[in-house]
C-alpha cells in the first residue's frame, strides 16, 4: 500500500523517473516476497510438507494447488506482467499518463487477485495452527480486505486525488461496483462488524501513509472517502438478524443501505467541506442505478462469502450452497455478473473540436509546480535539448487546477541560466493560433533534479474535452538550431 500511493506521490511531486525509482522498489519488492510465500506453498503443499493444510486444493499432474496460495501466485505474477505492458504503453504512447490505463488496470487486478488468493488461504486456516485463535483468525482475515479497500480506493484515481472533482453519479457507481461486495462478503465470512472494523483499519492506514507523505513535502491523495461510515449500516444490519447471516437477500439489502449512506455522507462531505456541493437532480438521477449496482453486488459479496465460509467448513462449498452443482454455478454467476459490471464502467469520452486561445482563459502565473505544466514533458526527455523535435503526450482530467502550458529554459545553475536565458526564443502556437509570450512574465522554477529553470508563466484556467496540439520552438541562441516540442494536450472530462 505504502509503495502504490508513495508511486503516485512520486510522479506528482518529482516526475517520471527510471523504473528503479524507490516507490517501484517497495510495490515490486513487496510482491516479489508474496508472491515467494504463496509459490512456496504451493512447493511444500506438492512435497507433503502442509500437513495440516485446509481448504480446496486443486491438481495439476503431480501438483498440488491449495486455491489460496495458487489464486495469491497468480495475482502476483499478473502484477509482474504489469510492468512490460507499461513500459510497453508509455513509449507507444507518452510518459504522462491517468490512472485509468490499461496495464495499471492489470496492476490493481493482479493486486486484487493476490488479496482475494491470500483471504481464501486465511479462510481454510481457521482453527488450525497459527490461527487456531478465533480473535488472530479474524484480525488475520480482516487485513486483505484492507488491501481490497486500498485497491478501490487508488483506483478511484482523481477522486481521492481531488474531492472537488467527485461527481454524484459515476463516482458512486464505481463505488457501489466495488465496496458493497466487500462488506457483505466481510460480514458473511467473518462477522457482523468485520466490515466496520476493515474500514477503520484502511483509514488507519491512510491516515499513517498521508502524514508519512506529509513529512517528505510529497502530494498527497484525499483520505477521504471514509469506508468505515456507511459499513456501520451493515454491521448494524447484520447484528440486528445474525441468524438471517445467509440469506442471500440479507446481502443485496446490506448493498443497498450501503450505497445509501455513502451518497449521502459524499453529498455531504461535498456541500459542507469541499464547498461544491452536488446538484439535487444529478444526484436522485444517478441513484436507482448506483442501487440497483449496490444491490446485485451486494448478491456477489454474498456469494463470495459463502465460499470464504466453505473454505474451512468440513463439507467445503457443497455444505454451505446446498450441493456441488449449485455452488459451481454460483460462482460462475458472480463471476460473470462482476466482468459485466467492470465492463459497463468502459464510457468512451466525446471529444469536441480543438479549443481555441480564447477557451483556455490565459493569464499571467507568478508560481507554480513545475510537474503541473505541459512542457515538463519535455524537460524530462532524453532528448532534451538536443533533438529538433521532442512529442510530449499529455492526457489529464479537467479538474480546476490552473494548467501551466507556457515554454522553460534550464541550466545546471542559476549563474549559467542568467548568463543563456536573454538569448534564448520562445514560440508557442495552439491548434495553430499564435500565443504572444511577451505578455506574460518569466518566472524561476527549480525543478527536482536541481537544474535551475525558467519558465514563462502562463497558465491555462479553462478547458473542455477536446484533443489538442501545442507546438513549442525554443531557440537558445540567435542562428543556432530551434528544438521543436509538439505537444498533445487531451482534455476529458471528470
Not at 513500459?87 to 510518459?95: C, D, P, Q, Y
Not at 513529512?215 to 461510515?229: C, E, Q, S
Request: with cysteine; hydrophobic share 55%; proline share 7%.
Amino acid at each position: 500500500m505504502w509503495g502504490v500511493y508513495f508511486d503516485t506521490a512520486w510522479h506528482r511531486t518529482v516526475g517520471r523517473d527510471t523504473f528503479f525509482s524507490l516507490p517501484h522498489l517497495f510495490i515490486y519488492g513487496a510482491g516479489f516476497l508474496v508472491w515467494v510465500a504463496c509459490v512456496g506453498a504451493v512447493v511444500l503443499a506438492t512435497r507433503g510438507r502442509l500437513r495440516d493444510l485446509g481448504g480446496i486444493v486443486l491438481r495439476a499432474g503431480p501438483v498440488r494447488l491449495p486455491l489460496g496460495f495458487a489464486l495469491c501466485g497468480l495475482g502476483t505474477a499478473i502484477i509482474v506482467l504489469a510492468v512490460p505492458a507499461d513500459l510497453t504503453w508509455h513509449a507507444v504512447f507518452g510518459k504522462d499518463l491517468l490512472i485509468w490505463s490499461p496495464p495499471h488496470l492489470q496492476g490493481v487486478v493482479g493486486g486484487a487477485i493476490g488479496a482475494l488468493g491470500i483471504l481464501f488461504a486465511v479462510a481454510a486456516q481457521k482453527g488450525r495452527g497459527a490461527l487456531a485463535s478465533p480473535g488472530r483468525w479474524r484480525l488475520v482475515m480482516l487485513l486483505p480486505f484492507v488491501d481490497l479497500l486500498h485497491y478501490v480506493h487508488w483506483s478511484l484515481a482523481h477522486y481521492t486525488m481531488f474531492p472537488w472533482t467527485r461527481t454524484p453519479d459515476f463516482y458512486p457507481y464505481i463505488v457501489a461496483l466495488t465496496v458493497p461486495m466487500l462488506v457483505v462478503a466481510a460480514a458473511r465470512a467473518v462477522g457482523a462488524w468485520a466490515p466496520t472494523w476493515a474500514g477503520l483499519l484502511f483509514f488507519a492506514a491512510i491516515v499513517v501513509i498521508d502524514r508519512g507523505l506529509a513529512l517528505i513535502d510529497f502530494a498527497r491523495p484525499a483520505v477521504t472517502p471514509l469506508f468505515a461510515g456507511p459499513a456501520v449500516l451493515v454491521s448494524l444490519l447484520y447484528a440486528r438478524w445474525p441468524e438471517r447471516r445467509d440469506a442471500a437477500w440479507l446481502g443485496a439489502v446490506a448493498g443497498v443501505v450501503y450505497m445509501l449512506g455513502f451518497v449521502a455522507m459524499e453529498a455531504g462531505w461535498m456541500a459542507w467541506v469541499i464547498g461544491a456541493p452536488w446538484p439535487l437532480g444529478r444526484v436522485l438521477g444517478g441513484l436507482p442505478v448506483t442501487l440497483a449496482t449496490a444491490a446485485i453486488m451486494g448478491w456477489v459479496g454474498w456469494v463470495l462469502g459463502g465460499f470464504l465460509v466453505a473454505s474451512g467448513a468440513p463439507g467445503g462449498p457443497a455444505e454451505v450452497f446446498g450441493g456441488a452443482s449449485r455452488a459451481r454455478w454460483m460462482a460462475r454467476a458472480a463471476v460473470l455478473v462482476f466482468a459485466l459490471g467492470l465492463a459497463s464502467t468502459y464510457r468512451p469520452q466525446v471529444f469536441g473540436p480543438p479549443v481555441n486561445v480564447g477557451e483556455l482563459r490565459l493569464e499571467a502565473a507568478r508560481t507554480f509546480e513545475a510537474q503541473e505544466a505541459l512542457f515538463w514533458g519535455a524537460l524530462i526527455d532524453d532528448d532534451w535539448p538536443r533533438g529538433p523535435v521532442i512529442d510530449v503526450f499529455s492526457e489529464g482530467i479537467m479538474d480546476g487546477i490552473p494548467f501551466p502550458v507556457g515554454p522553460a529554459w534550464c541550466a545546471a545553475d542559476d549563474a549559467q541560466l542568467e548568463r543563456e536565458l536573454p538569448q534564448v526564443g520562445f514560440t508557442l502556437t495552439v491548434n495553430g493560433e499564435s500565443v504572444d509570450l511577451a505578455r506574460y512574465p518569466m518566472i524561476r522554477v527549480r525543478v527536482p533534479d536541481g537544474r535551475a529553470c525558467a519558465w514563462v508563466g502562463v497558465v491555462s484556467r479553462g478547458q473542455r474535452a477536446s484533443q489538442n496540439r501545442f507546438v513549442y520552438t525554443v531557440t537558445p541562441a540567435p542562428g543556432a538550431p530551434a528544438v521543436r516540442v509538439e505537444a498533445t494536450a487531451v482534455f476529458k472530462d471528470p
